[in-house]
């Protein structure tokens, strides 16, 4: 996860080719950067326009969707150059390995060959486009698609790049070039060869996991499975696959996500996470393992500001990250606190996940909102028991943490401590929609940077806005790829076949919820969260109703199993921007992570079991 480019590299022994891939990649930062600020204001805007002025702007979802495609395909080309695109690194050559030949040098070449494969796509779905017309801003659509056009194309020119300025000689270059090629031909002439779903087998059962497992940055590896499946296996447009990836980044609802990562950077920057840190530590700190316990609770808290799982782990790691490390709390149990705290807290409003899935299957968002506290709350204190007892009696250092007695720590964080109180009144009173609410809290984030903590400045917020489109970028791109590989799973067939099997399987409600929780699991580290709310919510719903089980309760423990998923090596995505946030080596986890991970599974059982955790808190 962490860059491997020579920084102190100088542009005049680099090569112009090198020296061209710096200048794109600067660009880009600056470009995402202020298309960010842009968005910012311009959801600002209409929160002030809708709600005070009473005329709101009819034009503002089309060009908001549109500048958070631009924000993502210019983040991704910034990743690529920075080498901080999502990947597994558990069997990477290691640093003074001198063979020959390592089967992760083909990564770099696979990646590469998935945005080779995807150019052509891209044209034809951008060249489709240009006689549409958006209907509120009379701008042609291929506005929208000529970013992921354009993307495509840097990207492969900083993958290039990239490969041409890695140390290792032609020769080896070669072999890493032919072995990847190998890997591809292969799967087809499998995909050709096995009768029945042999393309599925080669595409989704093994092109896509060998290449996480070596080492292909994820986006890539999803693109490559569902790319490869169309492309190479069936007789689909390759562009459909680019529509779909589109549409997986562009929902005006995702927009709140690179909004959401700047309030959560702007907590840490501001002063506000300090303060509400400070009081938890002042509150657990002189416990055993209170670090630990601070981020849980910091987690439970922060969640109420954010709505974006990469957005809260922006506020508590960098905060939290350096201090445990200092205290010389294990690198693998920082990284596993992390992500079960992250999954644990999956259900706290405003969650996307809980808006979307209120939308998708048509419950009250409101009524999600109210559920989600308890539940969250319940695991929060499993996992708080778990690193009490894993934590060593006086861990070093821990007695002094709490630097200021309870009372002090409480009137200081008061301020930070209304935030969340803000933005929940905000969605649920109607002032500003979810994609907007995170303005005001950077709005509101802000005054408290300024005139309270004293330590916001408007340089720093620039750099905030930098590494959010990064960020944006690293994360969104997955998100669009996952989209593009569900559909392709629907396509197939398989994913109806799975839920038929779903729906036959015996065990009345038990078995059914059961089953829900394996399946969500799984299907939540594959894909994320909001594609499965879209493939599996419409079909799933209607069967919990028809064996008794309470929706809200159904879509609890749902959430939660996603979660459990999306935070869960060696696919699970969160996990990896876990990693990339809180600058963790996603090798440091991948065994103490699934302690936790085993704690939230109980949990998650104990939730489908009682119904009062999910329906104690609706009116």
Not at 64 to 83: K, P
Not at 362 to 389: E, M, R
């Amino acid at each position: 996860m962490h860059s491997t480019r020579d920084e102190n590299l100088s542009l005049e022994k680099a090569s112009p080719y090198a020296m061209l891939s710096d200048y794109v990649s600067q660009g880009a930062k600056h470009f995402g950067a202020c298309l960010t600020i842009v968005a910012m204001l311009m959801l600002l805007w209409g929160v002030i326009a809708r709600y005070f002025l009473n005329a709101p702007l009819v034009w503002s979802d089309s060009f908001a969707s549109l500048l958070l495609l631009w924000i993502v395909m210019a983040g991704s080309v910034t990743a690529i150059h920075e080498n901080s695109h999502m990947k597994l690194s558990l069997i990477s050559r290691k640093p003074g390995t001198n063979s020959f030949f390592h089967i992760s040098d083909a990564a770099p070449f696979l990646g590469l060959y998935a945005l080779l494969m995807l150019i052509k796509p891209s044209y034809e779905h951008m060249h489709e486009s240009l006689d549409m017309l958006d209907p509120t801003t009379g701008m042609s659509a291929s506005w929208r698609v000529a970013p992921i056009l354009i993307g495509i194309v840097l990207m492969a020119f900083m993958a290039i790049s990239r490969i041409l300025e890695e140390p290792r000689n032609w020769s080896q270059k070669a072999v890493a070039a032919l072995v990847a090629l190998g890997i591809l031909l292969g799967c087809y002439l499998i995909g050709e060869a096995v009768p029945g779903n042999g393309r599925l087998i080669a595409y989704f059962l093994i092109l896509l996991p060998v290449s996480v497992i070596i080492g292909v940055e994820l986006v890539f590896a999803f693109l490559l499975g569902a790319g490869g499946y169309v492309l190479l296996g069936t007789y689909i447009p390759g562009s459909v696959i680019m529509g779909q990836f589109e549409g997986g980044i562009s929902h005006i609802i995702l927009l709140s996500v690179p909004m959401f990562l700047i309030l959560g950077y702007l907590a840490e920057t501001t002063g506000v996470a300090r303060a509400l840190i400070n009081f938890l530590l002042a509150l657990v700190g002189r416990m055993r393992g209170g670090l630990s316990i601070a981020m849980l609770g910091g987690m439970y808290l922060v969640s109420g500001i954010s709505g974006a799982k990469a957005a809260d782990i922006a506020a508590i790691a960098p905060v939290l990250v350096p201090e445990m490390k200092r205290q010389e709390v294990p690198e693998g149990e920082i990284l596993s606190v992390l992500a079960s705290s992250a999954a644990m807290s999956e259900t706290i409003p405003p969650s996307l996940v809980l808006i979307i899935l209120g939308a998708t299957v048509g419950l009250s968002i409101g009524d999600l909102f109210a559920a989600g506290l308890l539940p969250a709350l319940f695991l929060a204190i499993l996992l708080g028991v778990v690193v009490y007892f894993r934590s060593p009696p006086q861990a070093a250092g821990e007695q002094g943490l709490a630097r200021d007695p309870l009372w002090k720590a409480f009137i200081i964080a008061v301020p930070a401590l209304s935030l969340p109180v803000i933005i929940r009144t905000a969605v649920i009173e109607g002032v500003a929609t979810a994609t907007e609410v995170a303005t005001i809290g950077i709005v509101y984030a802000v005054i408290l940077g300024m005139f309270v903590y004293r330590s916001f400045s408007w340089s720093s917020f620039y750099r905030v806005c930098q590494t959010t489109a990064v960020l944006t970028g690293i994360i969104m791109s997955i998100f669009g790829a996952a989209k593009a590989m569900a559909w392709t799973l629907t396509q197939s067939g398989l994913a109806h076949d799975a839920m038929d099997q779903v729906g036959a399987m015996p065990g009345g409600a038990a078995g059914f919820m059961l089953l829900s929780i394996i399946v969500f699991f799984i299907l939540g580290s594959v894909l994320e969260g909001i594609p499965v709310i879209a493939l599996l919510g419409p079909f799933m719903f209607p069967l919990a109703g028809a064996l008794g089980i309470h929706e809200i309760q159904y879509a609890m423990v749902i959430i939660v199993a996603m979660g459990m998923g999306l935070f869960a090596p060696p696919f699970g995505i969160g996990y990896y921007t876990a990693c990339a946030i809180g600058n963790l080596s996603p090798d440091s986890g991948l065994k103490t992570v699934w302690i936790y991970i085993a704690v939230l599974f109980v949990g998650t059982i104990i939730l489908a079991t009682v119904p009062w955790f999910s329906l104690a808190m609706l009116g």
